[in-house]
């Protein structure tokens, strides 16, 4: 019988949620499964009706998923479609700068659909023309500028609607461990994956490694190759290249380059990410499973990314082989912040009972790690805050609020809980788990209270971000599975 025990679903439960929720994943975790002669659940209503059918963008990604080696022909109908555009335009920031034509959100959408109806008309038909960016410099923790191009506001509404049509066709080529500027995924899902790595596999050598200059050196005709193997519609590789040839207006000078993209641009992030997915991404994918002997993890976000050995003569050969690689695309990896580094499980045994070196420490999105002890003597990877950036923030702080030390309390109290990343970001982000001692919420108070009139008020505000309340100590552990699931730095 059909309800006899025994008959019943098999015990397995999915452990955690795919990295793509709500689309097929190819990393799915593995869940429970259909009661003997039960029937398929119904993915469509029985009715005909607008919210039961696939969207043609679903369409899209269905077929990018069944077949790899598809190149898709007609994409720019998708593009200059004036409810993607409408959406396009609603998921810009609206208090964004404006580029050179001065265009803001705002005056944009007081005539929104015959605007949005005259640049759908527009691409139609070949007109849209790209215009330069315009150059703008923001200070860096360490001191030095970074060079930012801030596009016209229509460039920014077309480059987020083809990133939106490309999306669901690379989201199904990208690998596991590509977690920069990807739809649902974030910092510390590669923090969590990069923990689960260090601990749960053979990990004994650390490389940590950045590009340099990334966007400022990458290849623009190795670019449009990469971008074709997938998109046929030559409509659509030639509206990425005339962003990449639109130039840079600095200073009253135009200038154009035949490499590199400007950071800024909706399409920056995912022109990048699609670059380093052939350059890197692929390449290690095969070195690992032909010419790796030992464990390899990889985890990678935009152009940072650390890759861990458990022989030492099989990291020295990568990094010299990826050297190699690099150069052919014209990148070369930052000599001052790649460093192949003792750190695992091992490292930090031969340290304590042999006298052996001492494990190195490697920083990755914000955070030191370096190797440490569970409560009960086990081994684990902490994290702490990066000391610069924290020092950088808190002084910039400070500043702050001693302009501001002849408000009323309850003003400076308004201020702090606005501050986002100044305050509640920075405390939460600290307090994610492993994160070794004090998080930076007491030093962060201690700076309050020297700026503000009210040192009680400042930093009871200041500790009412999300997880001030639970800074972690060094026994803990990530709230994430044991077993390496879809966000895991593990084998694929």
Known sequence: MMNERGKSDSAIVPKKSPNKAGQPSAEAVEGRALAKGNSAERTMPRTQSRTGMP???????????????????????????????????????????????????????????????????????????????????????????????????????????????????????????????????????????LWLGLTKRKVNWVLDADLRAFFDTLRHEWLVKFVEHRVADRRVVRLIQKWLNAGVLEDGKRTHSDVGTVQGGSISPLLANIYLHYVFDLWVQQWRKKRACGDVIVVRFADDFVVGFEHREEAERFLAELRERLAKFGLELHPEKTRLIAFGRKAASDWRHRGGPKPGTFNFLGFTHLCGKTRKGGYTVLRRTMRKRMQAKLLALKIELRRRMHLPVPVQGAYLSTCGVSSRGTCATSACPTTAGASGCSVFSSAVSGGARSSDAARNIACRGPGCGDTSTGGSRPHVSANPGPHSASRQ
Do not use: M
Request: charged share 30%; proline share 4%; glycine share 8%.
């Open 55 to 193: 969207s043609a963008l679903d369409r899209v990604r269905e077929a990018a998923r069944k077949d790899r080696e598809q190149r898709f022909t007609a994409l720019l109908h998708h593009v200059y479609d004036v409810e993607n555009l409408h959406v396009a335009y609603l998921g810009l920031k609206r208090d964004a700068a404006a580029g050179l034509d001065g265009e803001t959100w705002r005056h944009y959408g007081e005539n929104l659909e015959v605007n949005l109806q005259d640049l759908s008309e527009r691409l139609k038909r070949g007109a849209y023309r790209a215009k330069p960016v315009k150059r703008v410099y923001i200070p860096k923790a360490d001191g030095r500028q970074r060079p930012l191009g801030v596009p016209a506001l229509e460039d920014k509404l077309v480059q987020r609607a083809v990133v939106e049509v490309l999306n669901t066709i690379y989201e199904t080529d990208f690998l596991g461990y590509s977690y920069g500027f990807r739809p649902g995924r974030n910092p510390h899902q590669a923090l969590d994956a």
